[in-house]
Structure formats: structure tokens, C-alpha cells
């Protein structure tokens, strides 16, 4: 990709703070194994999201309908609402987060934030109907992505660190929709860029003089959704509705390394500062987040978000840079999005099976047989508590192979007993729930 320059220049606006908060509990259950999350949520003062990003101190929500960037701090209380930002949508971070960039499309530009009084310092230009829209930093410089001509979209750059930023553009765009973009402090010479909109590609530059040159390409992907970079820069991960599945590329190679099994669709995905992967998914049934300690592909946590019809958005999966908290945001379908913070994420699973019998005859004691599972080791002495009907029924001791049963006389009255099983969680461990109902015949 070669690049022309063009005149840049920048322009400071006053931003207003507009701030509603409302807070709910929030509410994690699956349908054959529940797990219960250290989960709060927060609904913010927009009705639109494009993107999601944390760092030490924010979580920073793009809403393209209000113009603005929500700004919050990890428990979720809204610091500031941005304003003022034409069609706001991808944002990133400078390595001492002194900074942020957010692209603003509606006004062919973008903008920079002071992240400590969360106001805009700046604006660079990129040129009549560029409208960009992906960010990331790179080589010195801050990359976008742009309509290029009215079937192709390109790459750009701005000299952010000089006094007078210049503006460079693509000579030769190659990308069918605006691609999304990524880079590491890990290797901070090197782009990535994936495609957006229906089309298939992936590319690796090096950025090191200032120009974008590609030194690696692939086919294997296609309409992107989400896109991150591993913290060492060795590995890039893809979140593509059409696969059910997240892509893991070695770089700056571009070989598929692995996947990550999440079901269908993904679309966001965020690394953690030590590695640790937060995949998210769209509609993939019981879970919406799946995490994953470096090096394995079985997620050792899964998060629920999706209880009343509620979605995890595109984009909308944020680590905090050490790795403590994991946020998602989603949209019910009441309007307002919501910001749910994961406190307890490095806890894992505790995975509840149960078995019993379809059809039982009156009268006769039933035994139901389960196991407590996890990936990660439960301590000695670990029980589950058994509920029928809402009611107490007894406690039960598990063996060091997780395995446990009990039995129960269901009362005369009682034609589907529900028998309820918790693990109440541990220090390593969340909470497990599982549910079966057996139907007593006469």
C-alpha cells in the first residue's frame, strides 16, 4: 500500500457533559448448566454503540446516534458524556493513555481526548467523504480507515506527534469496506488490518518508515466484526459472524494457529495485557462471553449476558489493561445500552450434569445422580445443596472425583417435582446451578 500526503489540519472544541445513570442487578442463567456471575449492570445515557474500550481508569462507549463517547469509571458510575462527536465510532488508546482517538465519519475527521479532563484537544481532518472509521496507533502515527473512492476503501495515517500533523492517504486502496484495524506495543512497527464488509482478506504492514507496506496476506477470513492483537504482538484473533468460531493468526505470518470453539456468531473479541482471551458471540445460545487462559482453546469461564432478549453488541467486549475486570456491553430490546462489569472474571466454571429418569412410578423413592466439574481443581471437602420445588431438601458431599447422588420421596400431591442442585462457588471458583424435572406416573 503506497500513500500520498495531503493537508492536514486540527481544530479544538469545548465538549458538554451529559450524565443519567441507572442501576439494575443483573441476572445470569443458562438453561442446562447456570452459572452465577459477579455481574452488575449499568444502563448508560445512549441509545446507539459502536465500540467499547477500557483502560486503567475508563470504559469508553461510541455512540454514533448521540454523537458522543460515554465515559465510566470500572464500577460502571458515568464520569462524563463526550459531545459534539460527529457519528462517533472507532476509538483507541495511546500507550500512556493520556490520550484517546475517536473517529468521527459524519465529519471527516478525527478527534483527540484529553482521557484526564475528558475533553477534545484536537481534531484532525482526513479529507472531503473519507468518513473514517477504524483506529489504531502504529510506527509513531495514527492509522484509519476511509472510503477511498466509491467502491474501494483505504488506510490512512496522521502525524499525531507533530506540531502541524500532516495527513496522509492511500494510492492504492485494496479493501472492499473500511477494514478493521489493530496493533500491540509488542511490536509497535506492524498494522493489521482485516476486512469489513463481505468481502475476504487479511494483511499485516510494516509501518516502521511512516508508509504502510504489506509483508503478509490472507484469504481466510472474511466480513470481520472485531479484531485484537496479542500484547507481545505474536498473535492476532478474529471475530467473524460467518465462522463459529474465533480465528486465532500467528503474525506477522498470517498462518491460522488455532480456533476458539464459541458457536455462533462471534463478534467481539479482546486480549488481556497476560494473554487471556474474552471472545464474544451473538446469539450462540446459553452464553455470550468465553474466556480463555493463554495457550488453551477450552474456555475455563463462560458469562452470560443475554437474559430478556438482550444482545452482546458488536465490539462490545473491554478488558481493563491488567486484567481484573472484563466488561460487555449489550442492547436490549427496550433501546438503552447497557454496561455489565464482570468482576470475578479469572474465577472459573463450576460446571453442574445431572442425571435422572424421564418418568418415575408413584410412590417410590427417586435417585438423582450428577457431577461437579470444572477446569480448574475444586478444594476437599466441597458439597451442593438440593432444593425440590423451591423448597430445601438436603446437602449432599462430593466425591473427590465430583461425582454425588440423592435420594427423594417426591410427596403424594407432587406430579413434576424440580430438583434444583448449587455449588455455592469457591476462591477459585463461581457459582453452579443445574435443574432437572422428573415426571412421577402412577
Known amino acids: 500500500m503506497r500513500t500520498r500526503r495531503s493537508a492536514g489540519g486540527t481544530a479544538l472544541a469545548a465538549i458538554a457533559a451529559s450524565v443519567t445513570l441507572f442501576v439494575s442487578p443483573a441476572q445470569a442463567q443458562g438453561q442446562a448448566q447456570d452459572q452465577s456471575q459477579s455481574q452488575n449492570s449499568v444502563v448508560l445515557p445512549v441509545t446507539s454503540h459502536w465500540q467499547t474500550l477500557a483502560d486503567s481508569r475508563h470504559v469508553y462507549v461510541s455512540a454514533p446516534g448521540q454523537d458522543s463517547v460515554v465515559a465510566t469509571d470500572h464500577d460502571g458510575q458515568v464520569i462524563k458524556t463526550v459531545e459534539g462527536l460527529d457519528g462517533a465510532r472507532g476509538m483507541t488508546l495511546t500507550a500512556d493513555e493520556s490520550h484517546l482517538y475517536v473517529a468521527l465519519p459524519e465529519a471527516d475527521a478525527i478527534a483527540e481526548i484529553d482521557t484526564v479532563t475528558l ?150 473479541v479482546s486480549i488481556a495485557s497476560d494473554g487471556t482471551v474474552a471472545a464474544g458471540v451473538m446469539a450462540s445460545g446459553d452464553w455470550d462471553i468465553f474466556v480463555y487462559r493463554p495457550g488453551e482453546t477450552a474456555p475455563f469461564r463462560t458469562v452470560s449476558l443475554n437474559y430478556g432478549h438482550m444482545e452482546l453488541l458488536e465490539r462490545g467486549v473491554a478488558w481493563v489493561p491488567d486484567g481484573s475486570r472484563l466488561f460487555g456491553t449489550r442492547f436490549p430490546y427496550s433501546g438503552e445500552v447497557v454496561l455489565d462489569i464482570i468482576d470475578d472474571v479469572h474465577k472459573a466454571n463450576s460446571d453442574i450434569t445431572l442425571t435422572a429418569p424421564q418418568t418415575h412410578p408413584y410412590g417410590q423413592p427417586v435417585t438423582i445422580s450428577g457431577k461437579l466439574t470444572s477446569l480448574v481443581p475444586f478444594p476437599k471437602h466441597k458439597v451442593v445443596t438440593v432444593t425440590r420445588n423451591n423448597e430445601p431438601l438436603t446437602t449432599v458431599k462430593v466425591k473427590s472425583d465430583g461425582s454425588f447422588h440423592f435420594t427423594d420421596l417426591p410427596a403424594d400431591y407432587m406430579r413434576y417435582p424440580e430438583y434444583v442442585v448449587t455449588y455455592a462457588g469457591d476462591a477459585e471458583h463461581v457459582s453452579g446451578r443445574a435443574a432437572v424435572t422428573v415426571e412421577i406416573v402412577t
Not at 141 to 166: C, H, K, M, N
Not at 178 to 190: E, Q
Not at 196 to 217: F, K, L, N, P, Q
Open 119 to 268: 475533553t477534545e484537544t484536537r481534531r484532525f481532518l482526513t479529507g472531503t467523504d473519507t468518513e473514517p472509521e477504524n483506529l489504531a496507533l502504529a510506527g509513531g502515527r495514527l492509522w484509519f480507515s476511509y472510503q477511498a473512492t466509491v467502491f474501494d476503501s483505504g488506510i490512512g495515517s496522521v502525524a499525531v506527534a507533530e506540531t502541524a500533523p500532516s495527513v496522509d492517504l492511500d494510492d492504492n486502496p485494496v479493501w472492499y469496506g473500511k477494514p478493521r484495524l489493530a496493533s500491540s506495543p509488542g511490536a509497535p512497527d506492524r498494522l493489521v488490518a482485516a476486512e469489513s464488509a463481505g468481502a475476504a482478506g487479511m494483511r499485516v504492514y510494516d509501518v516502521a518508515s511512516g508508509t504502510a507496506e504489506e509483508i503478509a496476506y490472507t484469504d481466510g477470513v472474511v466480513d470481520v466484526e472485531d479484531l485484537a492483537v496479542t500484547a507481545d504482538g505474536s498473535s492476532a484473533i478474529t471475530a467473524n459472524g460467518g465462522t463459529y468460531y474465533h480465528q486465532r493468526w500467528s503474525l506477522p505470518d498470517l498462518t491460522e494457529e488455532t480456533g476458539y470453539d464459541t458457536g455462533a456468531y462471534p463478534n467481539a
